[in-house]
């Protein structure tokens, strides 16, 4: 029912990505977008609360002339006309819709409804279903169980949805009577039960799925006219890039300090790049997960903390929101200074790197208003737009922004050119009432908004490698076009091996 997933718990629902138009969304989009190195527009996330707003809007303006609304038709339609309007932004071949969760949840009714009523509309040759289920392995009996893609199979059938093609998750790859069974029961074409067993990097499985002919079989239901095995298009450069990524020997050690460390989710675009980079740089990247919840008023846990700093090649701090951990992030960024360890800082990274600086420089207290709204030394603070916004969702500064690089920084070498543009999202900013006090005392800033306003990037030139950005560049990595910065920050912890 959210809307979006901006005010969702990274520890319940991993990360919150963030499209280029500013759109708060779910993890999955980001691998769309890695996979097939596009930028999606916020409207490639349909939601069960975007739905019934957008109805009980129309209802309140009158649209529905007097109608009773009801889930159909009003809730469908409004479901197919989102989908059609994702295929109308660009100049798409086919639309892939994701349904979430399970055949069976109350949530997805509407929606398979909805998409069942969109094949009749589309017309049978252009639209096909693809059916993903779990094939679990039963240890004590030796054997898969094919059960519960019988039973999910029906239950979409009740719903008037055949599929086309039936996808079978599995820890190990199953067996082709297994896969025959299948066909068998559930009334799918035999070569049309595919299996995706377990791969080494999520990177494989499009490799996965073309050994088992599942692009030609697409291809041929939907008439898109590609010969599979003849077309230009090969995978042979993903094959590359698969390969690049399961570099075993050298290693670099890469830290993410931060407070949703339990689950790996929250950080997805971030390990995601530094895989990437690793792969350019012609590295394994070993991420390690340390906590920055830390008291470090406490010698044992400070201690604790530090010896797991000295193992690191380098330092990430990534966003995050409130006071918890942030201590610990400011300790880190500390301890990176003092060494000579990389360090890569992230939005609320970003934010450690310029208290902690100011620190260093006798403002003891400094800090962002986030954290203590009365500190004497604000140099991180809300822009003035924001003082007067009260509510939650989606009013943070969130999308793509211009970004202006300065001549002769760290930051443009990395990029090799002048302008860019990164996806924010963030309330407070580098307050611009420290920016000469800082500056003086040589933290240099490399990256501003083209106005010269808002200070986006900020570096430390006599250090290896000390560079923060307000905004989040993980969005934009992919395995096959890393992000400069990413590249730039692993290749100098690998030297610092
Ligand atoms: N909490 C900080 C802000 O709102 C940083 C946000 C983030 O790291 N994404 O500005």
Redesign the pocket.
């Known amino acids: 029912m959210n809307w979006d997933s901006g005010t969702l718990n990274p520890y319940q629902h991993g990360e919150v990505f963030v499209t280029y138009d500013g759109m708060e969304t779910d993890l999955d989009l980001g691998h769309y977008e890695r996979f097939l190195d596009v930028e999606l527009p916020g409207i490639s996330n349909i939601t069960t609360g975007k739905v019934y707003q957008s109805v009980i809007t129309k209802e309140r303006n009158g649209d529905f002339l007097g109608a009773c609304v009801q889930i159909i038709p009003h809730i469908t339609d409004e479901i197919k006309q989102m989908v059609r309007e994702t295929a109308s932004k660009d100049d798409y071949d086919v639309v892939l819709v994701e349904l979430g969760g399970t055949v069976g949840d109350i949530e997805s009714q509407p929606f398979l409804e909805a998409l069942r009523q969109l094949r009749n509309e589309e017309g049978i040759d252009n639209v096909m279903f693809v059916h993903v289920t779990f094939v679990p392995y039963l240890n004590a009996a030796g054997e898969f169980k094919t059960k519960p893609t019988q039973h999910s199979t029906k239950e979409l059938r009740s719903m008037g949805i055949n599929p086309d093609m039936i996808v079978l998750r599995s820890q190990e790859p199953v067996s082709d009577d297994l896969k025959a069974k299948i066909a068998h029961f559930c009334d799918v074409a035999p070569n049309a039960v595919v299996n995706t067993p377990d791969a080494q990097s999520i990177y494989e499985v499009p490799l996965v799925l073309d050994r088992e002919n599942a692009g030609q079989l697409v291809s041929d239901r939907i008439k898109l006219g590609i010969d599979t095995a003849n077309d230009e298009n090969t995978l042979n450069e993903w094959e590359k890039i698969v390969k690049s990524l399961k570099i075993q020997d050298p290693v670099v050690t890469i830290g993410i300090v931060g407070k949703y460390v339990e689950l790996e989710d929250a950080y997805i675009s971030i390990r995601e790049s530094l895989h990437h980079a690793a792969a350019k740089v012609g590295a394994k990247m070993n991420i390690k997960y340390l906590s920055s919840d830390v008291d470090i008023e406490n010698n044992e846990e400070l201690k604790e903390f530090t010896e797991k700093l000295s193992d690191l090649d380098g330092i990430l701090i990534?966003?995050?929101?409130?006071e918890r951990g942030v201590e610990g992030k400011l300790q880190a960024v500390d301890y990176a200074i003092e060494n000579n360890v990389p360090i890569f800082g992230?939005?609320?990274?970003m934010?450690s790197m310029v208290i902690q600086f100011a620190r260093r420089m006798g403002m003891n207290d400094a800090n962002?208003t986030?954290f203590d709204k009365d500190t004497k030394y604000p140099v991180?603070d809300l822009m003035e737009k924001q003082k007067q916004i009260k509510k939650m969702g989606g009013t943070?500064r969130l999308g793509a922004y211009d970004c202006t690089l300065i001549d002769g920084t760290k930051t443009k070498e990395a990029y090799g050119t002048s302008n860019i543009q990164e996806r924010h999202?963030?309330?407070?900013?580098y307050n611009n009432d420290f920016r000469e006090e800082l500056t003086s005392h040589g933290l240099v800033i490399s990256g501003t908004t083209p106005d010269n306003f808002l200070v986006e990037i900020v570096e430390l030139p006599d250090h290896p490698w000390f560079i923060g950005c307000q905004f989040?560049p993980e969005f934009k990595s992919r395995p096959n076009n890393a992000h400069p910065l990413f590249v730039s920050f692993v290749q100098a912890a690998f030297d610092n091996k």
Do not use: T
């Open positions: 990534p966003g995050g929101f409130g992230i939005c609320l990274g934010q962002s986030e991180i943070m999202r963030h309330r407070f900013e989040h």
